[in-house]
C-alpha cells in the first residue's frame, strides 16, 4: 500500500451496491468526507471506500484473517467478495456523510 495521506478527500457515491431502504444506505449523490487509514487498522463492521485494482467502491468491512477481508454491499442484489490485503491500494475511512435530499414538489 502506498503512503497514508491524512489530507481529507471527498466521494460521491454512484449506483446503489449501499442503499438496502435503512437509515444506513449510502444514496446516489451522497458526498463522503474520508480519510485514509492503513489497511491494519480497519474495524470490523464499518463502512470504508477502497481502491482494489482499479475499482473503487463503497463496502462494509468484515476482517476474514490476517491476509483478507470481506466487502460487503448493503443491497442484497449484490455479492459480497473477499480481497486480498495486498490487493488493496487504498482504504478509507467515512467520518463524515453529507446526505441528498430529493423533494418532490407540484
Known amino acids: 500500500m502506498a503512503n497514508i495521506n491524512k489530507t481529507p ?10 442503499n438496502d431502504g435503512s437509515r444506513k444506505s449510502l444514496i446516489e449523490g451522497d458526498v463522503l468526507t474520508c480519510e485514509e487509514i492503513d489497511i491494519q487498522s480497519v474495524e470490523e463492521d464499518r463502512l470504508y471506500v ?24 448493503l443491497n442484497a442484489s449484490y455479492e459480497e467478495c473477499k480481497l486480498n490485503k495486498s490487493d488493496v491500494q487504498h482504504i478509507y475511512l467515512i467520518v463524515m456523510r453529507q446526505c441528498t435530499t430529493v423533494i418532490d414538489i407540484e
Do not use: E, H, K, W
Open 9 to 18: 478527500i471527498l466521494f460521491y457515491v454512484r449506483g446503489n451496491s449501499m
Open 50 to 73: 477502497i481502491q482494489s485494482n482499479g475499482d473503487t467502491f463503497v463496502r462494509r468491512v468484515t476482517l476474514c484473517d490476517n491476509d483478507q477481508l470481506t466487502a460487503i454491499p
